[in-house]
C-alpha cells in the first residue's frame, strides 16, 4: 500500500504546478506571464489540500472508528485518486481546487492511518525498529520514481505532466484497493 502510496504523490509534487501553468492555463514557456500565474495557482492548490487536511483530520478518527482504520483509509485514498485523475478533466483553474479537495482528505489519513493500524498491532519494546522499517517503504519509492520516472516521462508519457498526475492518481487508486488487504489486529486482541 505504502509503496503505490508515495509515488502517487511524488508525481503530484513533482509535476502540479508545471501542469496547471502548461496544459491548465496554456502558458507557451517559462517567460510567460501565463506560466507564472499558473505556478502560483498551483501553489494556492497545495495551500487548498493542507487547509482541507487540517480541517478533515477533526473528524478522521470519528470516521475511522466507525467504519475502521483500513476501510476509512482505503476510501480516503480512494478519493485522493479520482481527485488526481480529475485534473486531467478539469475545464478551468478553478476546478482543480475540488481536486485538491480529495488530496486533501487523502493526505489526511495518509499521515495518520497507515501509523495507526500499525502501532495497533506492534509489540511495545520493538516499536522504532518496525517503524523505521516502515518508513523504508516512503522513501524506497520516492528514490526509484526519481531514477526511472525521468525514462517513463519522456518515453511512454511523451513529457506530458497531467498524465504524470492522472499515473500519480491511478497509484493511489492501486494503493487504495492494496489497502483493504490488510488484517487488522483489534487491540483488545493484542493485551
Known amino acids: 500500500m505504502q509503496f503505490f502510496t508515495w509515488p ?7 509535476y502540479f504546478t508545471t ?48 467504519f475502521g482504520r483500513k476501510y476509512t483509509h ?3 485514498l480512494a478519493i485522493g485518486a479520482m481527485g488526481l485523475i480529475y485534473v486531467g478533466f478539469a475545464p478551468n483553474k478553478y476546478w482543480l481546487l475540488l481536486s485538491m479537495t480529495g488530496v486533501g482528505i487523502a493526505w489526511a489519513s495518509i ?10 498491532t506492534l509489540p511495545q ?13 516512503i522513501v524506497l519509492p520516492e528514490i526509484i520514481a526519481t531514477l526511472f520516472f525521468g525514462w517513463i516521462m519522456n518515453n511512454l508519457l511523451d513529457n506530458n505532466r497531467i498524465a ?25 486482541a493484542r493485551a
Open 111 to 120: 499521515l495518520s492511518m497507515p501509523y495507526a493500524m500499525l502501532a495497533s
Open 125 to 137: 519494546h520493538k516499536m522504532g525498529v518496525y517503524m523505521g522499517i516502515f518508513n523504508f517503504f
Open 19 to 66: 501542469a496547471v501553468a502548461r496544459d491548465v492555463l496554456g502558458a507557451p514557456d517559462t517567460a510567460s506571464p501565463l506560466y507564472s500565474e499558473g505556478v502560483a495557482w498551483g501553489n494556492i492548490c497545495f495551500g487548498f489540500y493542507s487547509a482541507v487536511c487540517f480541517a478533515f483530520s477533526f473528524v478522521l478518527p470519528k470516521i475511522a472508528d466507525k
Open 74 to 76: 482505503a476510501v480516503c
Open 8 to 14: 502517487g504523490l511524488f508525481l503530484m509534487w513533482f
Open 164 to 188: 504524470a498526475v492522472m499515473l500519480g492518481g491511478a497509484l493511489l487508486g492501486i494503493a487504495a484497493l492494496l489497502a483493504l488487504l490488510i488484517r487488522e489486529q483489534k487491540v483488545e
